[in-house]
């Protein structure tokens, strides 16, 4: 007499999500973010966007040298600052690309979870993880990787490049001279800010326009309104000015490292990561308590 046995049923998961792992969580938005024609192509644009513009700047420096050691010593002496000036800002070349680069990536970070709301996509993300904030971590860490492996990749091949370029006027530099490396990398860690603010933006708004525009305006618009029309107002305009996003991020890729009046490198990632965590914390309870 034989005796047939049951196979044994896969455990199913909870209705509470509890069954998923980040892991598997963080490989689904993976998929969604790369497996997207239009944002390849718009990451590698952003890509190709970014070594084009350091390069040009490299070139330009180069060019600017060549005539100033052309021109008058009147001249010379009304550019001011002369090689020591163009060797600081050639420093600068690697990472130049950064303003295109931060439009993009804030672009994109907004369009990637504000469609979702706006088409209703994001239900099927939030029955899938009912919980909303594993889900809602797993996307701004995959743009933030993303927009790291961006930016400092096109810094490093700008370095590259620019180099040629700089050493036929004496400009060129190595990647051990001091802050070299450290603006390269910041570049990246600029960029996954950038992503980390923008997607929080998207978040809070659910609107793919609004948030464009929003991110847009605190990143570009405001600082310039502060610097060109307001500033002279109070005092304590320009100080404030220091912590908005973008110009304290802009202190961890500058050269000379200290400058009087302004944040060091240092300070300015601990203030533009303030930035980034005090509003994906915001964006998180958010969404953790609204419809979806």
């Known amino acids: 007499m034989s005796i047939q046995t049951a196979p044994t049923p896969a455990p199913a998961r909870s209705r509470d999500g509890s069954g998923l792992s980040f892991g598997r969580i963080l490989r689904?938005?993976?998929?969604?973010?790369?497996?997207?024609?239009?944002?390849?192509?718009?990451?590698a644009i952003t890509l190709v966007v970014m070594v084009g513009l350091s390069t040009l700047y490299a070139w330009q420096l180069a060019v600017s040298v060549g005539f100033m050691a052309d021109a008058s010593p009147e001249m010379q002496a009304q550019m001011g600052g002369g090689m020591e000036m163009f060797r600081e800002q050639a420093l600068m070349a690697p990472a130049?690309?950064?303003?295109?680069?931060?439009?993009?990536?804030?672009?994109?970070?907004v369009v990637l979870i504000a469609s979702e709301w706006g088409t209703g996509m994001i239900r099927s993300t939030m029955v899938a993880v009912p919980t909303r904030i594993p889900a809602l971590l797993a996307k701004n860490l995959i743009i933030a990787l993303i927009a790291f492996i961006l930016g400092a990749g096109a810094a490093f091949i700008s370095y590259f490049i620019a180099q040629p370029i700089l050493s036929s006027e004496g400009l060129d530099f190595a990647l051990t001279d001091d802050g070299v490396l450290r603006s390269i990398l910041n570049t990246g860690t600029y960029l996954?800010?950038?992503?980390?603010?923008?997607?929080?933006?998207g978040t809070l708004l659910r609107n793919t326009a609004g948030g464009v525009v929003t991110a847009i305006g605190l990143f570009f618009v405001f600082p310039v309104i502060i610097v060109?029309?307001?500033?002279g107002l109070a005092d304590w305009i320009p100080d404030a000015a220091r912590f908005l996003p973008t110009n304290a991020g802009d202190r961890m890729l500058m050269f000379p490292a200290e400058a009087a009046g302004q944040l060091s490198p240092l300070e300015g990632g601990l203030v533009m990561a303030a930035w980034a965590v005090a509003l994906l914390i915001i964006s998180l309870l958010v969404a953790k308590r609204r419809d979806v």
């Open 28 to 43: 689904s938005e993976w998929i969604k973010v790369t497996t997207v024609p239009s944002t390849v192509i718009l990451l």
């Open 228 to 231: 060109n029309i307001i500033q």
């Open 192 to 201: 996954a800010f950038i992503a980390v603010i923008s997607m929080a933006i």
């Open 96 to 109: 130049s690309g950064y303003i295109f680069g931060q439009l993009l990536i804030a672009s994109l970070a």
